[in-house]
Structure formats: C-alpha cells, structure tokens
C-alpha cells in the first residue's frame, strides 16, 4: 500500500511540475453539413448539441485531449436520432503564443448508440481536433472544431462530399499560471 501511495504522490508532482492539465465543461453544437443525415427534422434545438466534459494534458508542445459527450435523443425524432454517449481522445501539439494557445490532435472516437427497445450500438471513428483557447490565468475560454477522418484507405482523407463537423465551447480550469509567468520572465542581469 506505501508503494502505490508513493507511485501516485510522484505521478501527482511531476504532472504539477512538467505538465499543464485542465478539465471543465464542454458543449459541442453538431453542423447538419450533410443534409441527408438529418432530412425531415427542421428547426434548432435541443438534438443539435452534445454536453459533457473537456479535459486536456500539455506536456511541452505534446498535448493529449479526452472528451466524454452525452447528446439527448431528438425530442420528436428519438428513433432517427436516439441518445449516444461519444468518447473522443486525440495526441497532438499545442503551442503557447501570449495569450493564445493553438492546438492540433488526431485520435479515436468511440460512439454508444441508445436505441429505444434496448439495442445498444457501438461504432468507432477516427477524428481531428483544431482547439484554440485563450488563457486568463487559471482559466481558459475554448473553442475547437472535430471532424471525420476516412481512414479506410479508400478514397481522400476528408470525405467532402458528406462532409460534416462539429464546433465546441469550453470553459476549462487549471493549469499552471505560474509557470507560464515564469517561462515568460526574461534573466535578470547582475
């Protein structure tokens, strides 16, 4: 038991101390880019969004983002669109300038389909993540955009013809102001 303890007491500080983690909710408004996908469902509510949280872990310029999304069924149209649960994990780089952070990851989807008679689904995707976020201190306003990679080997990698994206919002906290000040000190002469 001393040993785990320990384990995790070192884990703890060297995230502190190396790294920049942040976690806060995310909502993420799905774009009907493809018309097919949602023809006879009119209007804006509710089924146009997922909400969930955002998290994400920087380590120099590597940077690793996980998302975990619930999306409400169409409240007239559950059995074209039936509630999901959506996981999303990109790696990637991240580059700090003033203020601004940019971002750019690529990684696995997993989707979990909950269809009314009880028929659970699952499928799983391949996504890109573009985030930018401005950075006030322990707080950070986000904004990052997923799509659909094709990584079938058939066809180009972005499927324009049915091509459709998601945009989010984040509100994330955490982080280490401190050591971004510092970094951004320059030497002080003697």
Known sequence: MKKILIIAL?????????????????????FPINKGELSGIDGFGIEDFWFGLDTRL??????????MLYHPPAIDYADIIPPQFTTL???????????????????PGFVVNIGADGMNTADFT?????????????????????????????????????????????ILFGGSQEKRERSDK?????
Do not use: H
């Open 89 to 107: 994990i990109t790696l990637g780089v991240s580059f700090d300038l003033a203020v601004i952070r940019f971002g750019l990851g690529v990684g």
């Open 58 to 67: 920087k380590i120099k310029i590597f940077q690793a983002t996980a998302s």
């Open 126 to 170: 391949t996504q890109a993540r573009v985030m930018l976020d401005i950075m006030m201190g322990r707080v950070a306003l986000g904004i990052s955009m997923n799509t659909l990679l094709n990584v079938s080997g058939e066809g180009d990698l972005f499927d324009f013809n049915n091509f459709s994206y998601n945009l989010g919002f984040s």
């Open 186 to 190: 320059e030497p002080e002469s003697e």
């Open 10 to 30: 070192f884990l703890i500080i060297s995230f502190n101390v190396f790294s920049d983690f942040q976690f806060g909710p995310y909502v993420v408004y799905k």
